[in-house]
């Protein structure tokens, strides 16, 4: 092992963010994956519950409980929220945490006991966590002890909207977010609104005026415009696997115009690697244009309403709206390149 | 041929909504097809373009030119824009005329001239047109010469928005309509973006601010509010073959809530076959629950932003969307009950 | 209630299976459903369950046990095999039964033992069930007490092979059967592989060599053949909802060609309602051909090796393949129209 | 430009083979596009026409008259049959030719001729070009100066068989291959079975009897078997974008069982990085588990018919099925890594 690498343990591997975690860290030069937990699964081999995982060879998953922590630096959950920090509070203190439910993501325990319903272990770890998504969180990743990886649709969304609301260009009132997302966002669980044939060929909002994802965006919008935040945001179930579309309203500032929001996310975004603005006039993305890769590309657009502007956003959820992102974290948190493991730019067409 | 009974000619059957309207026509006890056009496939059988159509035996496709009219009560013209009126004018005086483009639908032909950059080739007939969302058109149908089936897009958007704008629930400004649609809504033409792999696993918004329907849906709004309304609409393309969902984001006016809103709604349409209100607190329809069917599902959602509703609709765009309201619109032109060759009303599950 | 009413209670309603049942028996004229039953959901709203079939109001699910069988003339079983015997027993004397099960499928127990790993509560009822291949069925289930519905696969294999067995011009050794079925084939239970993401964008055979349909499908064709048949048979899950096909090869016997094969097939099927033969020389026909119909497609090729042909059929599995022979039979089994509740000749297409 | 780089241009790069094919290439180390051709898009920028290919930049399409040959080393055609021929025979004598159409797939021109239906330009480069399975073409790659690259079903196939046909396992008469592909094996042409409403949802047979890429198998079996054989060959469109899948059925040698097939086949391919056995018990592969990978997954099973085996493989129909494979031969014919350029071996899931 090379003095640059580090052992990462990931914990929650049977489901579809853990999974694509593993997909991810394959390929990567400087992490060795030592351990991946199912408690439900434990004992049987990775490769036996995904065959797409050939490389991992005859790694069996295993439980928490037996896990060697000692030589590893990093735990990865991919656990869902509650079970998560159950499990992390227990991970010795040497272990780095990247978590991707939502169990660090908001500073204030008193707002995620709201929105989760259930009561948080450790109001200190949540309040010094680092909410990772990456373009705005690099200088505190170095020294980060535990980062809380963002929902895929807070990503979609802050990524559309941080550098309109940092620089004043859109009024804080009035946002709307329709989102749209593929299946695979619902996760692994066996339910029949998961099953093919009840999520093919149909469409539905769920969540409408009730989702956990819209506090998350809140909260960010809060600190950046300085002023309390609420936001409208309503998500969709659409009947493909991967990928995930947001399609937000906001009311420009006075004086403000289409060409000034679209010169503020360009120029923010100008030497990101993952972030991608297109040019004023062109077409929206779609998502397959992002689909397997950490990508996030952007569209702004006049609407018929004066001083309305319509943005667009275009992830994939499992990759930079979940597991993609947490790499890339990693790779900040190790002093890595923050593109490795993550160097697939072009999806797969058609 | 009982005395009830009518002579039918489709115009432009090779398309979906033609192919629909002759799906829906084959079960109609009054209704005789006695003709379906289309000029480029003209000699060709009808089951041999549509072999789910087996019930029209040998019938051949024609061209316009070689339909004997003489017989011929009502044309329904299945003809994109355009090309509808061109072929409409030619028509003779006795021959009455749905039309499910969008040729009919401006009662100001100069709006239609600039929404679809072309002028108008009888402006006193598009101004005479009864535009056929028929839960609101009942009273004109009988004696209508030219009937506008409206567009897929403002059906599901008028049936939530119009008992609301009529009773003064909502504010008529910021009204934001995010649709999606299933691909059979870009019709059946040859372009790269509708071919399976190009439109599988992928969605993306398209006109942008700039979609033909919007205008409609403004002309009907306007003429409710009884003031000019400019309303924000953003469709999408979602890899499913039917149905349409309309998000709509709508402001309550002063000392209006969500209670209110939904007791219009529920209200006006308690006695319709076709147009459902769901309890109050129940989930939001699924497109699924529609497929091939004339139905509308409407649910109406308070949103965490106060004062501010979300009402969910939808339709199958080629059924309640196009031709199964054009053939309620036919049943109410010529006596017959409503809802003659529409009984179906349970979809495929699953 | 007319005199020709009877009243039927759907047992296994939760089902797909069950849930195409009470889509077809909420249209039929003669056939009232006074009792549907899933134990697990009991005491919940049909429409909760199932929101596609409003037609039945408020009627609440049950259990088998609070049925009421007194003014009950038919139990239409639903259940998974083994359970669906275990219920049936049950039943009240009077109580015909339907079963779409392959509890009463094996006229030999011995078979049923082998072929399902279970022994058989009631091996003189297995014994005198009418396999209900209605085509082949009629003589006998006017009165039938007990109807094993065929499988969805050895109804289209059959549909095929019986009359070519029968006027001996095919060999009864080598016939492979390659079959492909949509995933609703898989039934609605709650395993990874009828995920969406999991199901769509691929494609797999499954029990290969060992699926119990095949000991199904040699039964009857040696009772035509008068000689014990084995056949090869390999079924492959295919990413769509409804729909099934079989390719199936045969050898001609010594003399035949496929002109006499397919001369065969349309002679025996020229009056049939539900099964079409095309032309020679047609293209093969698609499962969207018969969506959501009670009908199977067949077409016969001439295979580029000498002496063999090749046999495609296509049927709906949850219908023709299902619920729908189901009802077929039951229609005959009360003296209906065989076509009763069954009338849905033209798939939704697109 | 280091010593060991080429340059290739890549002709008919607007189709689904072209477009995997410059995915491919744009992460190769060695190969540089420098010029694409399609020559009804010429002058317009790649990225326009392929937004996924964000990384060819500015990159222009071009006609084939406007490529500046000097500096190439090999041309890629991804052109149709037919076409393909045209424009190789044009082409500078030092540019070696690896084409992916059928152009030079058979070595006899006559039977091109047959099966093509047109006479061939240059019998004696399709005599002399290396037939480009790429497991069994190693030692002509080096020096070949026209690669012919299978078709997806023979590739397939042939993994499957050729082991077999050449250690004498199977007998030759009486193979029938039933082979399922997604819908980007009909490429991207604009044709109405080509249209996501006509594609989903449905599965068909086509070219039943009557495939080309049947006399293409033959070809090679015969080679193996030293004696003619003709094969049975039934491909069906399956509603999923990328994959294929062939079940071939063959009848034992005598004294053969299903052991010794499946040793022969594990031990030809013990070595090879694309090509994997399962063990003898395994599920059969779906064809997800190699879904934009170059790599072949196979299984073999034992039939309940005696003497009979089923064997199953899977590839990417557009990968080693095509572009992927073409790349493989590149990569021999340079002296570059086998693999390089084609490293993914993670296909996405889900």
């Known amino acids: 092992m090379g003095s640059k690498q580090i052992n990462a343990c990931v914990l929650g591997a049977s489901g579809y963010t853990g999974a694509e975690m593993l997909r991810l860290l394959a390929s990567h030069p400087f992490i060795n994956v030592t351990a991946a937990t199912a408690n439900a699964l434990a004992g049987r081999k990775?490769?036996?519950v995904y065959p797409h995982l050939s490389s991992y060879g005859g790694m069996e998953l295993t439980t928490v409980e037996d896990v060697d922590w000692s030589d590893v630096q990093v735990?990865?959950?991919?656990?869902?929220?509650?079970?998560?920090?159950?499990?992390?509070e227990g991970l010795p203190?040497?272990?780095?945490?990247?978590?991707?439910?939502?169990?660090?993501?908001?500073?204030?325990?008193?707002?995620?006991?709201?929105?989760?319903?259930?009561?948080?272990?450790?109001?200190?770890?949540?309040?010094?966590?680092?909410?990772?998504?990456?373009?705005?969180?690099?200088?505190?990743?170095?020294d980060a002890k535990t980062v809380a990886c963002p929902g895929c649709y807070p990503t979609a969304t802050l990524l559309c909207l941080l550098p309109l609301s940092e620089a004043g260009l859109i009024e804080k009132r009035g946002l709307i977010i329709d989102a749209k997302s593929g299946v695979s966002g619902a996760g692994r669980s066996l339910k029949e609104g998961n099953l093919f044939c009840e999520a093919a060929?149909?469409?539905?909002p769920y969540g409408v005026g009730t989702h956990r994802h819209a506090p998350e965006i809140e909260q960010e919008?809060?600190?950046?415009?300085?002023?309390?935040?609420?936001?409208?945001f309503t998500p969709h179930l659409v009947p493909m696997t991967r990928g995930e579309l947001v399609t937000i309203y906001a009311d420009l500032a006075e004086g403000q115009a289409v060409e000034s929001a679209?010169?503020?996310?360009?120029?923010?975004?100008?030497?990101?690697?993952?972030?991608?603005?297109?040019?004023l006039g062109s077409l929206p993305p779609d998502t397959r244009h992002v689909r397997g890769t950490n990508r996030c590309e952007i569209s702004v657009h006049a609407d018929r309403v004066d001083g309305r502007i319509i943005v667009?956003?275009?992830?994939?959820?499992?990759?930079?709206?979940?597991?993609?992102?947490?790499?890339?974290?990693?790779?900040?948190?190790?002093g890595?390149?923050?593109?490795e493991g993550l160097s697939i730019l072009q999806p797969l067409f058609p």
């Open 201 to 204: 060929e149909g469409l539905h």
């Open 336 to 339: 890595f390149e923050e593109g």
């Open 46 to 48: 990775l490769t036996d």
């Open 93 to 142: 203190e040497h272990v780095r945490v990247v978590d991707l439910s939502a169990d660090y993501r908001f500073r204030d325990a008193a707002v995620y006991s709201e929105v989760y319903a259930r009561s948080h272990l450790t109001p200190e770890r949540t309040a010094s966590a680092v909410y990772g998504l990456t373009e705005f969180a690099r200088p505190y990743l170095a």
């Open 262 to 279: 679209h010169a503020a996310l360009s120029a923010r975004y100008a030497d990101e690697t993952f972030v991608n603005v297109r040019p």
């Open 221 to 232: 919008l809060t600190a950046r415009f300085g002023e309390s935040v609420r936001v409208t």
């Open 312 to 334: 667009i956003g275009v992830i994939d959820n499992l990759t930079k709206g979940s597991a993609g992102q947490a790499l890339q974290n990693i790779n900040l948190m190790y």
């Open 75 to 88: 735990a990865v959950s991919c656990l869902p929220h509650g079970t998560s920090q159950d499990v992390v």
